[in-house]
């Protein structure tokens, strides 16, 4: 059977997405967060704390790769008839997505006069109270679940073949600002600066996508990318 194409008319329903798009941008970003804020105010024991979190992350997990499993059906098609080339070009694509990466935030650091953004100031942080959630979460959930939702809801689903470039607009605008929202609406708008960053990660990944026609070569990408982020964060405590 030939591959389908991601210009063609996308395997989710319109329930499917509506449902991941809410739970993504409310439910887990904001509304269990506040939840597990409330528990951990009356739960002082850390260590339960941290056992509450990780089951929320597996679960949540597993509700989204449910969810979108259409699309990671459809996009196994590709990556069946021709596995090595599909990841090979991710492993390809990785210095890629690093030069664009480092560029954009030397250029950040330099305008908003900050080592690094606050998201990975968070992320170092959470690294000495939670290690084993933020490699679960940096490590399997990012990489499946943001892809899931940025390329495979916002990018795959609204492009039908008509309008490439504003689906790469839209969905790297909003993977950049979902990692810049929190800094934001805490007043630090300084971090609006790490935004071009995002977005162009975004766009790396998007290129990804489009090379392969597989979701799998962008969930490969991220975690590359993340892994060896993790491990150079690691290495500099």
Not at 9 to 37: D, W
Not at 128 to 135: A, E, F, I, Q, R
Not at 136 to 141: E, K, R, S, W, Y
Not at 154 to 169: A, E, Q, S, W
Request: charged share 10%; aromatic share 14%.
């Amino acid at each position: 059977m030939k591959p389908s194409s991601i210009s063609a008319k996308s395997p989710l329903s319109t329930t499917r997405v509506v449902v991941s798009l809410v739970l993504y941008f409310l439910v887990y970003n904001f509304v269990i967060p506040l939840i597990l804020g409330i528990l951990t105010y009356f739960i002082k024991d850390q260590a339960i704390n941290n056992a509450i979190e990780i089951v929320y992350i597996v679960i949540s997990m597993i509700v989204f790769i449910v969810l979108i499993f259409p699309l990671l059906k459809e996009s196994y098609q590709p990556l069946k008839a021709k596995p090595l080339k599909t990841l090979l070009v991710s492993v390809q694509t990785l210095p890629l997505l690093f030069f664009t990466s480092i560029l954009f935030n030397y250029f950040a650091m330099f305008m908003s006069q900050s080592e690094n953004s606050a998201n990975q100031g968070a992320l170092m942080d959470y690294l000495k109270l939670n290690p084993v959630s933020l490699l679960l979460q940096a490590i399997i959930f990012a990489p499946i679940v943001e892809e899931l939702i940025f390329r495979g809801v916002i990018y795959r689903h609204f492009l039908n073949g008509k309008n490439k470039v504003l689906m790469l607009i839209i969905s790297s605008l909003a993977f950049g600002s979902l990692h810049v929202i929190s800094s934001l609406l805490l007043g630090n708008y300084g971090d609006l600066w790490y935004l071009p960053t995002y977005m162009a990660m975004g766009l790396v990944i998007a290129y990804t996508y489009e090379k392969t026609q597989s979701i799998y070569a962008c969930i490969f990408l991220h975690f590359l990318n993340n892994g060896i982020s993790i491990l150079l964060m690691i290495s500099g405590l």
